[in-house]
């Protein structure tokens, strides 16, 4: 029995864009990997123009791997495309919320200087039905084949219907085992004048490409509806699912229409112990955010210029990426920036281009069920192009010998410091704010440090030339 699947529809399973406006140099980056079976679909957008590329996490066989994608029209072979897991990977690194790092400057010294640092056939792959047969069938039961073809590994049939029982009837009978509720979903989709996208694997093209995973499938069409179709991934999870959808634009900010759009918590500082449980953290988060607005809004992680970053967790895309996912109105190069020179294995900061990109990037985080997300999501494109993202700070206390008066003053401070990190990281994640205190001492952040003080006598620290080490 065929396994019905869809990234998107599972059955059965920040401040101003001024230079170096955040600065700090990234540590760490929370990526989808964080998040179990979180489907993570790229929209690009122009015009009436759009492409999804639609990221598999499918694991089991292949043959028992098929998906059933509502689409606003009919969609022909040379409308689909395989891309690579890479570009969909990088574009999660580069977008991913991120843990960046400050070091305090001596408190003795007049100016505070940052440290730099590391920052398939239609059936199971058995006996052929002739495609006459197969029509005829389809026709009986008020469902006409738009279009049938191969495109890589995978077999696709583009259909369209007259009602939601023939077509319910017909998928099943083809082995897409729709669970129940779905002949209304189907009904309204049918209402739209939407197609239906059906996907399996042709298990001798994929036996032949020599791949060991099933790669993103890209669909291209125009219309004017710009939406992401989620509701018949509803019907029958067993819990509410994740979706992170990014989307490349030319204007600005893309954010749903039909729902409210959160920016996660960011740019605050947080303990430095936070580096070792940074996924930790970041779940513990998520979850808290997504309880607060009762699992009723997509987060915003990240929205940003694709020709800059600061900091980068990974490097823009390249425009033949960027094409591949379907900026088809990125032509010429961008102008390569000068900028400043990295630590050896450090990731570069890019700082703002004096030409943009005209590629604006979107991360949408949302958790949700058929009761909290009753509807497809209805997206529309801004013209915000304010800068955004998921950014979370250590600023390391300075610990070297400092003598002077003002250095009092700033171990004075400290505790105050260290209590507000702690009270944030507790009211963002709901830990223990005890657990996450005890934590912070045994990682250097005691709440009563004091200033060292150089037992040498005076002279000796000023002729100091090493030459007794």
């Known amino acids: 029995m065929t396994r019905l699947f869809l990234t998107i529809l599972t059955f059965g399973a920040l401040m101003s864009s001024q230079a170096f406006a955040f ?10 990997k964080l998040f179990n079976k979180a489907s993570k679909v790229v929209l690009a957008r122009a015009d009436d123009r759009t492409v999804i590329t639609m990221a598999n996490d499918f694991q089991g ?12 029209s009919v969609i022909t072979k040379s409308q689909v495309n395989v891309a690579e897991n890479r570009i969909i990977d990088h574009l999660d690194a580069y977008t991913a919320p991120r843990l960046v790092e400050y070091f305090d400057s001596n408190p003795c010294q007049q100016m505070h200087m940052e440290m730099m640092m590391r920052a398939a056939t239609l059936s199971d792959g058995g006996a052929n039905e002739s495609v006459m047969g197969l029509a005829k069938r389809a026709k009986s039961l008020g469902v006409t084949i738009e279009e ?16 939601s029982d023939g077509l319910l009837t017909f998928l099943n009978q083809e082995g897409y085992k729709l669970p129940e509720g779905a002949e209304k979903v189907l009904g309204s989709y049918i209402k739209q004048d939407m197609k239906f996208f059906l996907a399996k694997v042709n298990l001798d093209a994929f ?20 939406m992401l179709p989620i509701r018949l991934g509803t019907l029958n999870a067993s819990g509410p699912q994740d979706i992170i959808l990014f989307t490349l634009t030319k204007k600005g900010r893309v954010e749903p229409s039909n729902y409210r759009t959160v920016k996660i918590p960011s740019n605050e500082n947080v303990p430095l112990f936070v580096e070792n449980e940074f996924g930790e953290f970041y779940k ?10 009762d699992m009723k809004a997509m987060f915003l992680e990240y929205a940003w ?16 990426d960027l094409k591949t996912l379907g900026v088809w109105w990125l032509n010429a190069p961008a102008a390569k920036q000068p900028g400043p020179v990295p630590l050896p294995g450090q990731p570069r900061i890019m700082p703002v281009p004096q030409g943009g990109q005209d590629v604006f990037v979107t991360r949408l985080h949302a958790r949700y069920t058929a009761e909290t997300f009753p509807e497809d999501i209805a997206l529309q494109e801004t013209s915000d192009r304010e800068n955004f993202q998921g950014r979370y700070v250590m600023q390391h206390p300075y610990t070297g010998v400092a003598e002077c008066s ?22 963002i994640t709901g830990w223990d704010i005890n657990d996450i205190r005890s934590k912070m001492q045994k990682n250097g952040q005691s709440f009563d440090m004091k200033a060292k003080k150089d037992p040498r006598p005076w002279w000796e620290r000023l002729w100091a030339n090493g030459d007794d080490e």
């Open 23 to 32: 600065c700090g140099f990234y540590v760490s980056k929370a990526d989808t």
């Open 284 to 293: 513990s988060m998520f979850d808290t955010a997504v309880e607060q607005e």
């Open 406 to 427: 003002g250095a009092d003053d700033y171990y004075a401070q400290l505790p105050e410091r260290f209590e507000k990190e702690a009270k944030y990281l507790a009211n």
């Open 207 to 226: 036996e032949k490409s020599g791949f060991t995973y099933l790669r993103p499938l890209q669909v291209a069409y125009e219309h004017k509806k710009f």
């Open 61 to 72: 066989d292949a043959k028992d791997f098929a998906i059933v994608v509502p689409v606003p």
């Open 148 to 163: 049938e073809y191969t495109v890589g590994e995978y077999d696709i049939v583009v259909l369209s219907a007259k009602q």
């Open 305 to 320: 210029d694709m020709g800059w970053c600061d900091p980068c967790a990974a490097d823009p895309l390249a425009n033949e």
